[in-house]
């Protein structure tokens, strides 16, 4: 009996996991069918082990059985695989290239907000809000009045970013900041990418992660 | 200023920046070099003009844009110099080049940097073999391959043979030789430093090593 995997598209992913998410947004752009199949972190699947052996991470995307890891390295074989469709990715190379710049920057900068969320709190956790609110406001810069950081449409920045807003919105309740108060430009934008279906159907509920995170917290003995 | 002038901010003990020289020579792209001498005191006007970001070189300048990150200038210098193409040419090919540039660049040189920067013994230990369970799975994508990308030097190949400059360094303080360990990947390195592309861009490693040891003078490591 032919495997699962074997069958046209499979995403392995985790509904916590913005990476996941990020995959799930590009593929509902490109209106591309997959089975999904939601790993029961931590029990990790043999699939996942077999298909990501290196890190045992979510998201993997099986393409005819073969696997491809790490989200933004997904999202660009989505683009270069099926070419019809809505773009994800500018064809110009250098816009291409500073797309690839910020998409890096977010996942170098804004990743932090799983770990401020999980191991922090007082006069610590303060101080990391600050140094991650200063991240926000370079995005912000870097998006100006655009609509999208890709400019007039939705693009891979946009995707790369809008994927971390439940835990954004989540760490800003722990953390005591309002994206809508101290990133205006931001808060507007991440409103307006919420209304495109594919970010809409695929963001995790923010009170799902808020409850996740503050349960967590409660683990590691950071809430009462 | 014409089409296609091409300019790349460098400093010569950075192996990021020694990638991106390979990748011009492997594409056969003239450009004029603008060294940094002095990251550790004195940035210049015109790498935080260009990079203000992270302030770092390499910065590769195409008729006066910037682009700044190793990975992404050599991407882009494929795309935008399409001859002599550096990645594979399937998507799928392409993504697993860049899963191995990722895990080079996520690994390599900070693992690299715990050996020397150091000298509890037991920390160097820990670092080296840190540093060849690193190499491990490098070693294992190799396989018996002549290039990380199949029969041609690629990508992954020039992503990885900048960092090379640093590893005596690291064969020193970790007491160890990478070819008693991974003779494949020993062999590829020899084998790609015998390409003039990669002779000519790299900074030898004998100045590099000698650049650690006046490092770990400065923090009172010798």
Same mark, same amino acid.
């Given at each position: 009996?032919?495997?699962?995997?074997?069958?046209?598209?499979?995403?392995?992913?985790?509904?916590?996991?913005?990476?996941?998410?990020?995959?799930?947004?590009?593929?509902?752009?490109?209106?591309?069918?997959?089975?999904?199949?939601?790993?029961?972190?931590?029990?990790?699947?043999?699939?996942?082990?077999?298909?990501?052996?290196?890190?045992?991470?979510?998201?993997?995307?099986?393409?005819?059985?073969?696997?491809?890891?790490?989200?933004?390295?997904?999202?660009?074989?989505?683009?270069?695989?099926?070419?019809?469709?809505?773009?994800?990715?500018?064809?110009?190379? /250098?816009?291409?290239?500073?797309?690839?710049?910020?998409?890096?920057?977010?996942?170098?900068?804004?990743?932090?907000?799983?770990?401020?969320?999980?191991?922090?709190?007082?006069?610590?956790?303060?101080?990391?809000?600050?140094?991650?609110?200063?991240?926000?406001?370079?995005?912000?810069?870097?998006?100006?009045?655009?609509?999208?950081?890709?400019?007039?449409?939705?693009?891979?920045?946009?995707?790369?970013?809008?994927?971390?807003?439940?835990?954004?919105?989540?760490?800003?309740?722990?953390?005591?900041?309002?994206?809508?108060?101290?990133?205006?430009?931001? /808060?507007?934008?991440?409103?307006?990418?919420?209304?495109?279906?594919?970010?809409?159907?695929?963001?995790?509920?923010?009170?799902?992660?808020?409850?996740?995170?503050?349960?967590?917290?409660?683990?590691?003995?950071?809430?009462? | 200023?014409?089409?296609?002038?091409?300019?790349?901010?460098?400093?010569?003990?950075?192996?990021?920046?020694?990638?991106?020289?390979?990748?011009?020579?492997?594409?056969?792209?003239?450009?004029?070099? =603008?060294?940094?001498?002095?990251?550790?005191?004195?940035?210049?006007?015109?790498?935080?003009?260009?990079?203000?970001?992270?302030?770092?070189?390499?910065?590769?300048?195409?008729?006066?844009?910037?682009?700044?990150?190793?990975?992404?200038?050599?991407?882009?210098?494929?795309?935008?110099?399409?001859?002599?193409?550096?990645?594979?040419?399937?998507?799928?090919?392409?993504?697993?080049?860049?899963?191995?540039?990722?895990? =080079?660049?996520?690994?390599?040189?900070?693992?690299?940097?715990?050996?020397?920067?150091?000298?509890?013994?037991?920390?160097?230990?820990?670092?080296?073999?840190?540093?060849?369970?690193?190499?491990?799975?490098?070693?294992?994508?190799?396989?018996?391959?002549?290039?990380?990308?199949?029969?041609?030097?690629?990508?992954?190949?020039?992503?990885? =043979?900048?960092?090379?400059?640093?590893?005596?360094?690291?064969?020193?303080?970790?007491?160890?030789?990478?070819?008693?360990?991974?003779?494949?990947?020993?062999?590829?390195?020899?084998?790609?430093?015998?390409?003039?592309?990669?002779?000519?861009?790299?900074?030898?490693?004998?100045?590099?090593?000698?650049?650690? =040891?006046?490092?770990?003078?400065?923090?009172?490591?010798?």
């Amino acid at each position: 009996m032919p495997a699962i995997e074997d069958s046209g598209v499979v995403v392995l992913g985790w509904w916590v996991s913005m990476f996941t998410t990020r995959v799930r947004i590009a593929l509902a752009e490109k209106g591309i069918s997959y089975e999904y199949i939601e790993e029961d972190i931590p029990n990790k699947s043999p699939l996942l082990l077999k298909h990501n052996p290196i890190y045992k991470k979510v998201p993997v995307l099986i393409h005819k059985g073969k696997p491809i890891c790490e989200s933004l390295i997904i999202v660009q074989y989505i683009h270069e695989t099926w070419k019809e469709g809505y773009p994800l990715l500018p064809s110009d190379p /250098f816009l291409k290239s500073q797309a690839a710049f910020w998409a890096d920057y977010i996942d170098k900068h804004i990743y932090q907000v799983v770990k401020l969320t999980w191991d922090s709190k007082g006069e610590e956790m303060q101080k990391r809000v600050e140094e991650f609110l200063g991240y926000l406001k370079v995005l912000e810069r870097e998006l100006g009045e655009k609509p999208y950081f890709n400019g007039e449409s939705f693009g891979f920045v946009d995707m790369a970013l809008i994927c971390y807003y439940s835990h954004i919105i989540g760490f800003g309740k722990i953390g005591n900041f309002s994206v809508e108060k101290d990133t205006p430009k931001l /808060f507007a934008w991440a409103t307006q990418c919420m209304k495109r279906e594919s970010v809409s159907m695929t963001l995790a509920d923010p009170n799902k992660i808020y409850e996740l995170l503050i349960e967590i917290r409660k683990k590691n003995g950071l809430e009462d | 200023m014409g089409k296609d002038d091409v300019k790349l901010m460098t400093m010569w003990a950075s192996p990021f920046c020694m990638r991106v020289k390979v990748a011009l020579a492997e594409k056969e792209i003239a450009y004029e070099e =603008i060294q940094e001498n002095d990251l550790l005191t004195c940035k210049s006007d015109l790498l935080l003009k260009s990079n203000p970001v992270h302030k770092q070189v390499p910065v590769l300048f195409h008729d006066d844009k910037p682009i700044c990150e190793s990975t992404n200038i050599i991407t882009y210098l494929d795309e935008a110099f399409p001859a002599k193409p550096l990645f594979p040419e399937c998507a799928y090919g392409r993504s697993r080049a860049r899963f191995w540039a990722d895990y =080079i660049d996520c690994k390599v040189h900070p693992a690299g940097r715990a050996i020397w920067s150091t000298k509890e013994k037991d920390e160097v230990e820990a670092a080296k073999n840190n540093f060849l369970e690193i190499m491990k799975y490098l070693a294992g994508t190799l396989g018996d391959k002549d290039y990380f990308n199949g029969d041609k030097f690629g990508f992954v190949d020039i992503l990885l =043979i900048g960092l090379t400059t640093w590893f005596p360094a690291y064969e020193k303080y970790g007491d160890f030789k990478l070819e008693d360990h991974y003779p494949k990947l020993a062999a590829w390195i020899t084998r790609s430093w015998a390409r003039e592309t990669v002779s000519e861009s790299l900074t030898s490693p004998e100045k590099i090593t000698n650049l650690v =040891i006046m490092l770990r003078k400065m923090h009172g490591l010798e």
